[in-house]
């Protein structure tokens, strides 16, 4: 997300009367995503190794039944209201609780750079349509794509997610093509949301657009839980995958 967030606010932000050739150096960065995205999907499935008894008692379980899960529908809910709230903001909605929010709590959304601003719309256009899928996929069971999706929206890294995909009984041939893809899928929203944290405090930052001394705490808080949540979505998705199984049962419907 870096580079979505990067090359629009270059153009239509305070520097855009400034843009020299070496700009078009990020140009062809941009397509790595789409290459490696397409080379995820292109995989053959994975093959997990769980008795199907296992799998049906797992997902025989409501989500009240999955604390865990419920704690992340809760915390899905709450990002995904956040996401909403500061898109808003970005789209200058005259509320006063957003006027309120950005003259307290997080003032560098008004910086003339346009960098914070395209952020929050790419939260808004990609990451809560992804939190409505997710809420979806930690209710609904057999969804077998949720572990790919959590991992493309996580931005993981091979050496994060090697672990994982090993404990899940992935075979070997197939884990060694996705890390491969995984290492190339540059679409990391928690470098694009923590660039924004440090960029909210950095003492560059026009003194206007910092965030309130009195208000570093909270802010720090709120961004730093909303850049961790997709990591332990991916986590949770990864290392415990039965619920997203597809059992013989569903493969038959389809």
Known sequence: MSIVVFVPGNIVGKYGTRICPAFFLSIPYTC??????????NHPSENYNYPPKVIQEVQAKDLLRRPFDLILVVCLLLATGFCLFR???ALD???ELCR????LQ???LKDPAAYPKIQMLAYLFYSVPYYV??????VVPGCSWMPDITLIHAGGLAQDHAGYFQESGLAPNQLQGRLMNVVFLCVSEEMAQFSHIGASLHARTAYVYRVPEEAKILFLA??????VLPQLLA??????PEFFIKTKADEKVE
């Open 235 to 240: 986590y949770r998705c990864i290392y415990k």
């Open 32 to 41: 790595l995503p789409v290459w490696a995205g397409f080379r995820i999907y």
């Open 87 to 89: 898109g808003l903001i």
């Open 100 to 103: 309120l929010y950005t003259q």
């Open 93 to 95: 909605c005259p509320a």
């Open 222 to 227: 709120l961004n730093i839980a909303y850049g």
């Open 106 to 108: 997080e003032p560098y």
């Open 133 to 138: 899928i997710a809420l979806y996929g930690l």
